[in-house]
């Protein structure tokens, strides 16, 4: 009786960790344009639950739940060989290292919780809804500082200042591939929506690194399109 309760409570513990990471997951989405220091907190608080579920979920077992039977696990095996390598037989290995943890470290624990929250039902259409929300959220506040602006150049969403290509070149194919290819007409029309208030403050901001990352991303995401192949977008 008592050990039923226990794998009650660790099952329960394990699914409030799950919805948690994705609340942790849709505040980073929100949060990363306006505030390092909130972003960060974010992929903190998702890391943490992400690990927390695997353990009260799987057990012993967790560590080749979460490594070994992600999609991605054999590129991130040749991922991370390739870079201990490099940082090994490098100039200098303890610099190496500091930028390798610092950084790609990160995006290594980025894909794991994508596959994470790919593998649930409903939770990468969620993540697609969030992404598009962001950028009305961006698009909305970029215009009507611009409007107030009087004709400067746009790098401004509700007075803070945004570093627009790195977001249109991820918002504005999003917004496109919705609009277009989505099934549901609800979401093409936040699709629409989106790329309506965004292509302005890709005009507006006239980055030429947004015009061509927004421009590659388009003509790639139709060419395997029409090729019938899948996209997996995260």
Known sequence: MKLGKLEMLLKG???L??????????FFIFSAPYSKLLSKRAFIFSVFFWFL???????KSFAREM???TLLFKRFVFFLSACFISAIFSINPAHSFEVFFNRYFCFFLI??????????KYAPL???VIFLLSGLFLGIGALND???????????SFGKGIFFSQYLTMYLPLSMVIMFFADGIKLRILGSLSFLLLYPCLVLNASRMAWLGSAFSVVFVFFFKQRKKFLILF
């Open 13 to 15: 513990i394990s699914l």
């Open 17 to 26: 960790a799950e919805k948690a990471v994705f609340l942790s997951v849709c």
């Open 53 to 59: 579920f695997f353990v009260f979920q799987y057990k």
């Open 67 to 69: 490594f070994l039977k």
């Open 111 to 120: 894909f794991l919780i994508g596959d994470f929250l790919g593998r649930k």
């Open 126 to 128: 969620q993540i697609a």
């Open 146 to 156: 611009y409007y107030y602006s009087h004709g400067e150049r746009l790098v401004y």
